[in-house]
């Protein structure tokens, strides 16, 4: 009988859990409505932040005179940063121009699923490249830069699109 009073608040406690399971996911559901219908502003602190410290270390390092007369940078590896670099970029033109500003295609990862993964993949491996290829310029400090570069494109591509 003690088993059995036990089964009963067991079974109590998961009904009670999923109720309010239910109650958030509607209430989830509310608030995904009124973040469609009211879109955040596109330039915030965060975004300033990223491409501003990008700037200075840009200017900071002399990114791009090392790049161009840095003997010790490894250009094989570069290269390859490069090209891959230049597919990600014309991806998220075509995701941002193309698809979102001529088609109108807000979801397009809904539309073209495979951009995303494309994409992603495309990135991991320029950013290996680069890492390996500026290396003997910057050592240590090189991920950082790298990533701060990074961040500072991405928040500066989402102003755009």
């Known amino acids: 009988m003690l088993a059995d009073s036990e089964f009963v608040t067991l079974r109590n406690r998961f009904k009670k859990d999923a109720e309010f399971l239910i109650q958030e996911a509607d209430s989830d559901e509310k608030t995904q409505k009124e973040k469609d219908v009211k879109p955040l502003s596109r ?9 501003v410290l990008s700037a200075g270390l840009t200017y900071y390092f002399d990114f791009f005179r090392e790049i161009m007369e840095n003997g010790d940078i490894k250009s094989w590896w570069f290269n390859i940063g490069v ?3 230049l597919i990600c970029l014309s991806l998220a033109g075509f995701c941002i121009v193309y698809l979102e500003w001529f088609k109108g295609i807000q ?3 809904q539309e073209f699923p495979a951009i995303a993964p494309v994409t992603t993949a495309a990135f991991i491996a320029a950013s290996c490249s680069f890492n390996i290829a500026l290396w ?23 102003m755009l699109g």
């Open 136 to 158: 003997p310029v910057w050592s240590f400090v090189t991920p950082v830069i790298l990533f701060t570069q990074f961040m500072g494109v991405v928040m500066l591509i989402s």
């Open 107 to 109: 979801h397009y990862d």
């Open 83 to 85: 090209i891959l670099l």
């Open 43 to 51: 330039i915030n602190r965060h975004s300033i932040f990223w491409i």
